[in-house]
């Protein structure tokens, strides 16, 4: 029996952040050291505000590992202190902080002890005022492929803003995407250990999934110098046609934050470490300082950094945009029957063409059939009927 087909997703994400600009020397899992990594961001969106503390882990085996029975409060300039209780997730902290406190031009810093009673603290950081996003576009753009020979189409997103005198310089944009898509077959017929079931008719419950991802993308500019504060046409991401993310429904989300010239200089080179080509006898990786700093220590600084920001916010609906092709989309194929079948069960029994386009019945691989296995919901969001 062959082997059924399956969609094969692999996600590898290595973040490296080190304390200063340095000569580049390649780490060995027997010279790692653990450190504190802090994630937070205060913002004006009115929702629940999150810190998130782990420790690093070796870049060969990239894991979250995260650090429970912190203690962790958010202060302002004027002595206000706002208290963060770890969730149900371990290494999350939640915490409220009551609108009448985000005040633009306050200052703010984080205060976190570890359970070993290590202290850090963040230095202060002004919440900045943030311009509206006037419009989220896109255009279908072709692009090359490792192949010189082959090119793919897709859609290019891209943003226009404009601030004013008292609008800040720097700025950061967030992106989340949300997309439908489809099991090739619904449930029908199948072979269970109870014998042969055949529905009078198919079962679709697990037919439409969605599934929401927050892209890893950094987005930065600086207006610092500019004529005027507003840029048009700054390119966003670009979503190829060679996966079924455009196949049938299509939201991007784009949260635009306000940023201090030194949080600006922190994602800018974080940007640069991640995203830029580096070449290890050539050009240098830039090591990313953050902010957060152990208050007996100063030479211990945890890997992150604790921001504040204004925020604006835009969502795009795109639906089936002409020009997209999906030729190369590798989709189910349905196994033809050998016999013996295999012992497990279920076996799922459905209709396909070959490669002469003649239907015949074969197996189905489960991912096929349950579009829940791709880390979707069945549940759809409630904007997604909006245009």
């Excluded at 952040?17 to 004006?44: A, Q």
């Excluded at 205060?111 to 896109?138: H, Q, W």
């Excluded at 310089?169 to 079931?197: C, N, V």
Aim: with cysteine; charged share 25%; hydrophobic share 30%.
């Amino acid at each position: 029996m062959k082997t059924i087909n399956q969609y094969l997703l692999v996600l590898i994400a290595t973040v490296l952040l080190s304390s200063c600009i340095e000569r580049y020397l390649p780490v060995t899992e027997f010279d790692f050291k653990p450190r504190l990594v802090i994630d937070g961001n205060i913002n004006t969106d009115g929702s629940d505000q999150e810190i998130v503390i782990s420790e690093s882990s070796p870049t060969e085996k990239p894991v979250f590992v995260p650090v429970s029975g912190c203690k962790v409060s958010v202060e302002d300039g004027k002595g206000n202190s706002f208290l963060f209780n770890e969730s149900n997730t371990k290494g999350h902290y939640l915490g409220k902080i009551d609108v009448a406190h985000i005040i633009i031009g306050e200052r703010y810093r984080l205060r976190v002890k570890t359970s070993m009673g290590v202290e850090y603290a963040s230095s202060f950081e002004e919440l900045m005022p943030c311009p509206e996003i006037d419009n989220v576009y896109y255009q279908v753009e072709t692009k090359p492929t490792e192949n010189p020979e082959i090119t793919e189409n897709g859609l290019q997103f891209y943003i226009d803003f404009k601030g004013d005198a008292n609008s800040g310089h720097f700025y950061r944009w967030q992106l989340t995407q949300t997309y439908e898509y489809h099991s090739k077959w619904p449930i029908d017929k199948w072979l269970g250990k109870d014998g042969f079931h055949d529905l009078v008719d198919p079962d679709y419950s697990n037919f439409v999934c969605y599934k929401t991802d927050k892209l890893k993308s950094i987005y930065v500019l600086s207006t610092d110098g500019f004529s005027q504060n507003k840029f048009s046409k700054y390119k966003l991401h670009y979503v190829q046609d060679q996966t079924d993310v455009l196949m049938f429904k299509y939201s991007l989300l784009v949260n635009q934050y306000s940023l201090t010239e030194r949080a600006y200089n922190y994602w800018e080179n974080l940007r640069k470490n991640n995203q830029e080509t580096v070449d290890l006898f050539g050009k240098q990786p830039a090591n990313v300082k953050g902010n957060i700093y152990n208050v007996n220590d100063t030479t211990d600084v945890a890997l992150g950094y604790f921001g504040v920001s204004t925020v604006k916010s835009k969502r795009i609906m795109v639906t089936p945009v002409d020009g997209l092709s999906f030729n190369r989309f590798l989709r189910c194929q349905a196994e033809k029957i050998d016999i013996p079948l295999p012992a497990e069960r279920p076996l799922y029994y459905v209709p396909d063409y070959d490669e002469n386009g003649n239907i015949y019945t074969g197996l189905g691989a489960p991912i096929c059939i349950f579009c829940t296995m791709l880390n979707g919901t069945t549940v759809k969001p409630p904007y997604w009927d909006e245009k």
